[in-house]
């Protein structure tokens, strides 16, 4: 069993970098120095584990970093809260975690100095059920990603909608309350991998009673309701155009009363 939470997935195969060059803006992306969090849900047995970040040559550029290791019922729960390490280049690199025997590598990553023109993403989950057995408490960590755009939809990157509900008659007297409500809906269409439609499709359910953040050129918005669809894939989940669709967090409501 090896279960992820996170912006990347982890495998026990190591992935072959010449794998993604094909297609370079499915690699999953994150400021320069910036070590991600994230959960591993695995049936090892050891009590503990580190974690060493390789480039794309497979040679250890960060010396071996300590994670957390908690029993969740009868499997290992591997977590990391993140952190910002000094003094690398920006560049494509890859995590290795040993875990006892186990050895589990994550997809390849991208450390980038220059992210303005990308859509940021800050996630901060709750908990989670995983297979109906297994309780995550994520609500310490926070998670941060970067997504190029596509503007397929109609040459544009993102269409905005209303949605108005009303709930009574629309008069100016009588017993009856209307009660009108007006939603802001976005779409935008995000390039990303495998990995990055599982994560923008678990905000949802991971999120509840928590906070989702969406910004783009200095602009930030709190968002809710969040969907994701495929719109296009190269193959076998390694480059994605997502069709993102979210609610602002504000809204408009009224009644007659």
């Not at 010396?63 to 993140?82: E, F, M, P, R």
């Amino acid at each position: 069993m090896l279960i992820t939470y996170g912006i990347v997935d982890f495998s026990t195969v190591q992935n072959d970098y010449t794998n993604y060059q094909p297609n370079p803006d499915q690699f999953v992306k994150v400021g320069t120095n910036t070590l991600f969090p994230f959960v591993l849900l695995t049936s090892g047995v050891a009590a503990t584990a580190t974690m060493q970040v390789l480039d794309i040559n497979g040679d250890e550029v960060q010396s071996s970093i300590s994670l957390i290791v908690a029993t969740n019922d009868d499997a290992k729960q591997i977590s990391y809260l993140g952190s910002t390490l000094t003094g690398k280049e920006c560049g494509h690199y890859q995590l290795k975690i040993t875990h006892g025997t186990d050895i589990y590598y994550s997809e390849f990553f991208e450390w980038s100095d220059d992210l303005t023109e990308f859509v940021k993403l800050t996630v901060s989950p709750y908990k989670i059920l995983v297979l109906n057995n297994y309780t995550i408490d994520l609500s310490s960590l926070t998670f941060i990603q970067y997504f190029a755009t596509s503007k397929s939809l109609n040459g544009r990157a993102i269409e905005l909608k209303s949605e108005t509900n009303e709930d009574g008659i629309s008069k100016n007297y009588g017993d009856e309350i209307l009660k009108s409500t007006v939603n802001f809906e976005y779409e935008i269409e995000l390039v990303g991998n495998d990995a990055s439609f599982k994560f923008l499709a678990m905000i949802r359910p991971s999120t509840i009673n928590r906070t989702t953040y969406i910004e783009h050129n200095s602009r930030q918005k709190q968002i809710y309701n969040t969907a994701v669809e495929q719109v296009e894939n190269s193959g076998f989940g390694e480059k994605i155009i997502i069709k993102f669709t979210f609610r602002e967090q504000s809204f408009i409501s009224n009644n007659n009363e």
